[in-house]
């Protein structure tokens, strides 16, 4: 594994085959270690992801008191101290990149009756945190955040929890595991109710850890219910590798001429494969081989061609299911043939970076025709490979680093990126495994 130096170029690629497997799953990871950290004995992990983001979590962890250490074997051991049993840290929790770990952490602790410090990097500190703030007040817990409801916050943890109904204001799988998270340490049920269905693997986990929770749909949503003051019970799992992961290489090989890659043991939830279905609908030539269940996610081996991609419109109902996809989709939109519209993308102004804005001004400087249109992102594609050779600010965005070094690989001149040093929040990797299949990333002549 070779680190990701700060600045990086891609140039054209001619072909691009292997088979790789890509790291584990973020949000998995994340949500490993964090029940892991609050079930009673010790769970052991494989394949854990071991980007920055999901570090910063485990250093999180450890100073609540959790016991967490990685073995010579790559697996990763967590000692519980069960639902009530993280400690007051005596540092601040820093959480660099990572949404998901600060507002899933900020739940785990909203229940337990101590004072804990949040910060993170100059993206996070930007990001809204209102959205897990409402929630976890009504369970009883305290903040103190900056102007707009940013980082640096202190939580002061409810001493008598509540269980709660929430009703979502926004399809937010951070939210909505947020919340259960609280819910652990409240007495009776704590309900979420999803306007649109989100990944899964909070639901998913907390089963496989012993939890009580229950799934009903109807009319208003989907309502999960969580029984609170469960007694967690440890339990090993394999984190499968992270499909919003293989998103790059699998465009990469769709866009460049003569690829043919596969991706062993990716994640294919329903609730993370919409990109999958939309490049599908695109046409592309994608396979998927050995379907199962790893760790109670289904799994599958991916297969990818070259393919000649055409224009379609992606309905705001998909955009929960590809939520993290929509700047690599737009790349392989820059390489179809004809007009491709993708609704519903409100959310992507909270990422990161404001995505909406870096895909657009991207995709423009690279010569692409694009528009954004209220929450739309309207991408002509002219069929043929667009002109790159621009320079992009990646924003502290590694999907958006990523992907414009996935089209730099297939666009008429090389592409650069001001910052690759985010990558290894997700994809520690990333280069190596690229140029190890026929890419040419680097660091740009000075
Ligand atoms: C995540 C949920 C999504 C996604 C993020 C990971 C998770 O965020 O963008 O990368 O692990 O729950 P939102 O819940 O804000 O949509």
Not at 64 to 82: F, N, Q
Not at 375 to 402: K, N, Q, W
């Amino acid at each position: 594994m070779i680190a990701n130096p700060s600045s990086l170029a891609s140039g054209t690629a001619r072909a691009l085959t292997g088979k790789v497997r890509v790291p584990g799953d973020k949000s998995l990871s994340h949500r490993a270690l964090m029940l892991g950290a609050v079930a009673v004995g010790r769970t052991r992990i494989a394949g854990l992801l071991e980007g920055e983001d999901v570090l910063g979590t485990a250093e999180a962890l450890r100073a609540l008191g959790v016991d967490i250490a990685r073995g010579d074997d790559g697996r990763w051991t967590v000692h519980g101290v069960g639902v009530s049993g993280l400690a007051e840290p005596d540092t601040v929790l820093d959480l660099g990149n990572s949404g998901t770990g600060a507002r899933l952490l900020m739940g785990l602790v909203a229940a337990h009756p101590f004072t804990r410090h949040f910060t993170g990097d100059v993206s996070l500190r930007r990001r809204p945190m209102a959205r897990v703030i409402e929630p976890l007040i009504r369970i009883g817990a305290q903040f103190i955040a900056r102007e707009g409801s940013r980082l640096p916050l202190a939580v002061v943890g409810a001493r008598d929890p509540l269980p709660t109904v929430y009703r979502l204001p926004v399809a937010s799988a951070q939210v909505k595991s947020a919340v259960l998270l609280a819910g652990l340490n409240a007495p009776g049920e704590t309900s979420v109710i999803e306007p649109a269905p989100t990944r899964d693997h909070s639901e998913r986990l907390l089963r496989h850890f012993g939890a009580r929770v229950e799934v009903t749909d109807d009319a208003g949503g989907r309502h999960i219910t969580l029984t609170g003051q469960p007694e967690l019970i440890a339990a090993d799992l394999t984190v499968p590798s992270d499909p919003s992961s293989a998103a790059f290489p699998v465009v990469a090989a769709l866009i460049v001429p003569n690829s043919e890659l596969s991706i062993a043991g990716v994640g294919v939830n329903p609730l993370r494969a919409g990109l999958f279905d939309t490049l599908l609908e695109m046409g592309a030539d994608l396979g998927f081989a050995n379907r199962r269940v790893e760790g109670g996610e289904p799994v599958a081996d991916l297969t990818a061609r070259t393919s000649a991609l055409k224009g379609v419109t992606v309905p705001a109902e998909r955009a929960p299911r590809m939520i993290d996809e929509y700047p690599i989709l737009a790349v392989a939109a820059a390489f179809a043939s004809g007009r491709t519209v993708m609704h519903g993308l409100g959310e992507l102004r909270v990422k990161e970076s404001d995505r909406l804005a870096a895909i657009a001004e991207g995709l423009a400087a690279c010569g692409v025709t694009v528009a954004v249109e209220g929450d739309t992102l309207i991408v002509e594609g002219s069929g043929r490979p667009p002109a790159g050779g621009a320079a992009i600010a990646a924003r502290l965005d590694h999907r958006i680093a990523m992907s414009f070094l996935v089209l730099g690989l297939a666009a008429r001149a090389p592409t650069r990126i001001d910052d690759g040093a985010t990558i290894d929040t997700s994809f520690p990797g990333f280069v190596a495994l690229m140029n190890g299949i026929g890419a040419a990333i680097a660091p740009p002549p000075s």
